[in-house]
């Protein structure tokens, strides 16, 4: 209501002409029915939940209860448990949307006919208030269920290995250290507790991904240099650089970027690591980082790395960014998951680009800090 301005005089204006509206609901509720009966994807969806009727009388005392209700805590309840029935029922937002465009529709046809111009201009301002309230509280209904539901099973399943795996791995170091390197057990030993490791990456990053889910950015000016060097000290501590050359070229104008300190190092650790693991699959891996001011957003820089590697298949561009998705038989699949939603949060921007014989460009686009 803050945001859309829905003020207690608007209501006023509403409240005088509330019975006219109510009076309306039976001749809505045909109206509703008839604009989706007659579209095949929705006809479907009506015959599957039930009778006519029914739903007929469910949508006559939604329309009745948005103009006879007050907008308090009650009414704003009933919003959320009718976008939580959408997910139950597993119904697309795109026909949720169409079902509120139909409202204003109605709303609109009705003030027109039956008032005044004078009278009708007051009023349907306030109905399109009225029905963006609804829009918001159920569809951040739908979007917090849906997306809950995905935080939720990433969650339960880092809990539930984590331990187990932390134990396994343990255990495994301890009979290992009881064998001697000569030893055929002691390569299998090796084999196993690099998999545990595995395990444990995989559990990080996706406790990583929650974490960063579900946290709000909070923006601060941050040194590209500083937020670089640090990710390759932290891929240098678990051994990901051996062998690895790497320079950073970064322009004097393009050396702050603004973003969340938080979200910035998940971003470049990832990138990095994704670039550096890359780059092993030549015989002198090299990686290269830098930055320019761009022209075009004015407001934002570049940050180019480029690995000699591997050169990226443009085809699978898409599937790179998924959950779990990795072409790596070590990769976790999330560290360029966490990429993407770093950017996201950032307002940031990533794009690929292969380079024939050379290897393969990653360009982020962020935004500077004045």
């Not at 003020?7 to 509703?32: C, K, M, N, Y």
């Not at 697309?92 to 006919?113: A, K, P, W, Y």
């Not at 595995?198 to 991904?209: G, V």
């Not at 190092?265 to 990095?272: N, Q």
Request: aromatic share 10%; glycine share 4%; with cysteine.
């Amino acid at each position: 209501m803050d945001k859309l301005k829905l003020t207690e005089d608007d209501l006023l204006v509403l409240g005088r002409h509330r019975d006219f509206f109510i009076s309306r609901q039976a001749v809505f509720a045909e109206f509703f029915h008839k604009s989706f009966i007659e579209i095949p994807e929705t006809r479907m969806l009506l015959e599957h939940f039930g009778k006519a009727d029914a739903m007929k009388l469910i949508w006559a005392e939604w329309f009745g209860r948005l103009f006879s209700e007050n907008l308090d805590t009650n009414f704003i309840n009933y919003l959320w448990r009718i976008g939580l029935r959408h997910v139950e029922v597993n119904l697309d937002q795109r026909f949720t949307n169409l079902g509120f465009s139909l409202v204003r529709m109605f709303c609109h046809r009705i003030t027109i006919e039956s008032f005044q111009p004078d009278i009708a201009v007051k009023i349907l301002p306030v109905v399109d208030k009225l029905v963006d309230s609804c829009i918001l509280v159920e569809t951040s209904a739908y979007i917090m269920a849906t997306v809950r539901c995905d935080v939720e099973i990433l969650k339960g399943i880092a809990d539930k290995i984590r331990n187990p795996v932390t134990i396994i791995g343990g255990n495994l170091r301890r009979l290992q250290r009881h064998m001697a390197p000569q030893d055929p057990l002691y390569k299998d030993y090796e084999f196993l507790i690099s998999s545990t490791s595995r395990c444990e990456d995989m559990i990080e990053d996706i406790t990583t991904y929650i974490e960063m889910f579900q946290r709000e950015a909070k923006f601060e000016q941050a040194m590209l240099e500083t937020v670089i060097e640090n990710m390759l000290e932290k891929l240098s501590a678990r051994k990901k650089l051996e062998g690895v050359k790497v320079e950073i070229f970064l322009s004097p104008e393009a050396r702050f970027v603004r973003g969340d300190p938080t979200d910035l190092r998940h971003l470049f650790y990832h990138i990095l690591e994704n670039a550096v693991e890359a780059a092993h699959a030549s015989k002198k891996p090299y990686v290269r980082i830098s930055s320019v001011l761009q022209e075009v957003p004015s407001h934002t820089l570049r940050i180019e790395v480029f690995n000699n590697g591997e050169i990226v298949n443009l085809a699978n561009i898409s599937d790179i960014f998924s959950l779990f998705y990795s072409t790596k038989p070590k990769g976790s699949g999330l560290g360029l998951s966490i990429a993407k939603l770093a950017l996201r949060k950032n307002f940031g921007e990533i794009y690929f680009e292969p380079v024939p014989g050379e290897g393969t460009k990653v360009y982020i686009i962020l935004e500077k800090a004045n």
